[in-house]
């Protein structure tokens, strides 16, 4: 079945940098969207970074220049590198696929993407 799990979530101080890895499998990953979403206590979740198909991304304002969505379709893994963390960055990490394969770019609706994973915590202390 579709499945995706993260890792690579952690502690670390400000300024610091953490790489997220997402096996995924059960699908055809190299045809699907997929996305970097992230929620924090008592916030609701947003995307932080989708990555095309054909490796087009999209980030949050609030993460452009410091995070590098990537995947490997040989290896069915999406990544999510992340550096210069700040406290605000401080969340449950969750990648997920697009419900639909291809399209022109990636869903703008945070409900246009399923098959959620479990997350993993990223945690940034001033």
């Known amino acids: 079945q579709v499945q995706v799990v993260e890792s690579g979530g952690g502690s670390v101080q400000a300024g610091g940098s953490l790489k997220l890895s997402c096996a995924a499998s059960?699908?055809?990953?190299?045809?699907?969207?997929m996305g970097w979403f992230r929620q924090a206590p008592g916030k609701e979740p947003e995307e932080v970074a989708s990555?095309?198909?054909?490796?087009?991304?999209r980030y949050a304002d609030s993460v452009k220049g410091r995070l590098t969505i990537s995947r490997d379709n040989a290896e069915n893994t999406l990544y999510l590198q992340m550096n210069s963390l700040q406290p605000e960055d401080t969340a449950m990490y969750y990648c997920a696929r697009a419900r639909w394969p291809g399209g022109r770019s990636c869903p703008v609706n945070r409900g246009d993407f399923g098959a959620w994973g479990q997350g993993t915590q990223v945690a940034v202390s001033s």
């Open positions: 990555i095309h198909p054909d490796a087009g991304t």
């Open positions: 059960g699908f055809t990953f190299s045809r699907y969207c």
